[in-house]
């Protein structure tokens, strides 16, 4: 009987990837802080009753800010 052959690994071909660069810092857009826009996502939030508007697979989502989900503006 013999002994199958040993697999042996070959070097890396490629090389290290160079260290992650730090991210930067967050930087929030002045224009989600306006009153245009905190308006206009209130008169979003009502026409969709707070609730989420998202259907999946013919099942409405069931997130809604009375429960504490959080909700976005454009995706009601």
Do not use: K
Request: proline residues 8%.
């Amino acid at each position: 009987m013999t002994t199958p052959p040993r697999l042996t690994t070959l070097r890396p071909r490629v090389a290290m990837a160079p260290q992650r660069l730090a991210p930067r810092e967050r930087q929030i857009d002045p224009y989600y802080s306006s009153v245009e826009h905190r308006a206009w996502r209130t008169a979003v939030y009502r026409q969709a009753d707070w609730r989420c508007q998202a259907i999946d697979n013919g099942v409405r989502c069931e997130a809604s800010a009375a429960r504490g989900d959080r909700l976005f503006a454009d995706h009601t």
